[in-house]
């Protein structure tokens, strides 16, 4: 009897002690990032849907309702995201850097009075300004001619 007692009570005092290890890779591990279909992405240079952005620049030298999605990632590969929304008078810029590892970690927004553009080389840059929170200009897209 002495034996089944000893026995229970070992078994009893081992299976308390079984840890179970739990992971949460949700707290460390951000998921990927997938930008929409429709949004102009920029990969270190390289440019997506290029025509989505051409005709953004378009609807807003005609004065019309448009909006795009502009996905720019880092060096570290983090997205950067800038909706810029022109409502047929003014342009509404929300910079999301949450997603950055290394940035703010914020998301500003502003109202710019116009889009313009400059030549940067084989380059063009196209930025808003007249910005009312920053007073300067945005930068939108950095692309070859």
Request: proline share 3%; with cysteine.
């Amino acid at each position: 009897m002495r034996n089944v007692i000893a026995m229970a009570f070992i078994l009893l005092v081992g299976s308390g002690c079984h840890s179970v290890e739990q992971t949460h890779p949700a707290e460390t591990e951000k998921p990927d990032y997938i930008p929409p279909a429709y949004a102009v992405v920029d990969h270190q240079g390289v440019i997506t849907n290029r025509e989505t952005f051409y005709s953004f620049l378009e609807s807003v030298r005609r004065g019309q309702k448009h909006k795009i999605k502009v996905v720019t990632y880092t060096k570290e590969g983090d997205p950067l995201l800038h909706d810029v929304v022109f409502d047929g008078e003014k342009i509404q810029s929300i910079y999301d850097t949450t997603r950055d590892e290394y940035g703010q970690g914020t998301i500003e927004s502003t109202t710019c009075e116009r889009l313009a553009e400059k030549e940067l080389g084989q380059e063009m840059e196209y930025f808003i300004e007249g910005c009312d929170t920053t007073g300067g200009v945005i930068t939108i897209l950095i692309m070859e001619k």
